[in-house]
């Protein structure tokens, strides 16, 4: 392969083209209004992402980070409080306990899934433990019974981070609904992203649903009648309308990256030292993300690069050994998340990628392993 060959991690181009005529008809249509703040648009998506996901309430906001924040802080989390979650994940997940005062206590993950290890979870609550993230990462759903069962048995609160789980299901079930709240992205790398900065909470409790929508503007129910300090975090109109737009094609977004991730599969069938990710039911893929062993991850990565093909390292430096935690959480050991932080790689992936791109990616992988 050359390296004029170009293969990215992502590509949102052939969604632009498209759905080009609906995006700018609705950008034209909320520029004409002049209504730009929680308008119509952003009321209609909250109405047509609460049907989809099949939940009471969902609430727009400024980011899946703020969702994150204004989920705990709608809990009445804070200092003194714990927070079980997973250290194999992106800043946001335990930033968000920090940022209220509470205090993140990782626990490790399962090999195949990436995603908690339920049966790790009993014995890091503690009775300060108020609560656990589960998070579904690459769009592979958690068991959420098992999890759930956990949480009822001690009475703890489940807030669901489904920043990367769009339209993945646990036994039919959407992620986001089934915890007291869901917080997702629409960060634009998303399965379903907007193109800038936007986020979403859901939750079947008319209580909690009534504390987030005032902690997104400034702590207030009415305009200028603020009741506690609360946040800037409001999905804009433009964002909205983007996102209305492209809903109505998630389901066959995700099924087009169960596609791309089954060809992967085939491709890397029988590879001594090459792990794929489970094909299970309700994944959505939002990364096809590889376990390579006995290998110079990182040279791997570079040598792609150098034939011009895009794949990225999600997470090599866990939460618990980052150095706003070092201190913390020293003595803090999760063999499997650190393994794995030394093994995966990402590879590109999109519903519309090509096979024939996708065998190239393959092969290059293949080749570079020897």
């Not at 759905?19 to 952003?42: D, H, M, N, R």
């Not at 209220?100 to 300060?128: C, Y």
């Amino acid at each position: 392969m050359s390296v004029q060959t170009q293969i990215p991690i992502l590509d949102l181009k052939p969604q632009v083209e498209a759905l080009w005529p609906e995006l700018t008809a609705a950008l034209e249509k909320v520029l004409k209004s002049t209504s730009f703040i929680l308008g119509p648009e952003e009321q209609l998506l909250e109405k047509e992402l609460a049907a989809k996901l099949g939940v009471k309430h969902a609430i727009g906001c400024n980011s899946g980070t703020d969702a994150l924040y204004i989920a705990l802080r709608a809990l009445n989390l804070g200092p003194g409080d714990e927070v079980i979650t997973s250290s194999f994940t992106f800043f946001a997940t335990a930033e968000a306990i920090s940022h209220v005062g509470a205090t993140p206590v990782f626990v490790d993950i399962q090999a195949d899934s990436m995603n908690l290890d339920l049966s790790k979870i009993e014995a890091a609550i503690t009775p300060r433990t108020k609560a656990i993230i589960p998070v579904h990462l690459f769009g592979r759903p958690v068991d959420l019974d098992g999890l759930m069962a956990i949480a009822k048995k001690h009475g703890l609160k489940v807030v669901e981070d489904c920043a990367q789980s769009f339209g993945a299901t646990w036994n039919g079930t959407q992620t986001g609904v089934t915890g007291e709240i869901g917080c997702f992205s629409f960060f634009p790398t998303k399965n379903l992203g907007a193109y800038g900065d936007a986020g979403l909470m859901t939750t079947n409790d008319d209580v909690l649903a009534d504390t987030m929508r005032m902690l997104r503007v400034h702590g207030s129910r009415r305009r200028y009648y603020n009741e506690c300090v609360g946040y800037n975090s409001r999905l804009d109109e433009m964002q909205a309308a983007i996102l209305r737009v492209k809903l109505p094609h998630i389901d066959r977004w995700n099924e087009a990256r169960r596609a791309v991730a089954q060809r992967y599969n085939e491709l890397f069938q029988g590879h001594a030292r090459i792990i794929t990710p489970e094909t299970v039911s309700g994944h959505v893929f939002h990364q096809f993300t590889l376990r390579v062993l006995d290998t110079d991850r990182d040279a791997l990565q570079a040598r792609l690069a150098e034939q011009g093909i895009g794949a990225m390292i999600y997470y090599p430096v866990p939460c618990h050994k980052l150095k706003l935690y070092e201190e913390s959480h020293k003595g803090v050991v999760l063999p499997v998340t650190e393994r794995l932080a030394r093994e995966v790689i990402s590879l590109p992936i999109w519903p519309e990628i090509a096979p024939e791109s996708q065998a190239l990616v393959a092969k290059a992988v293949v080749e570079a392993l020897g």
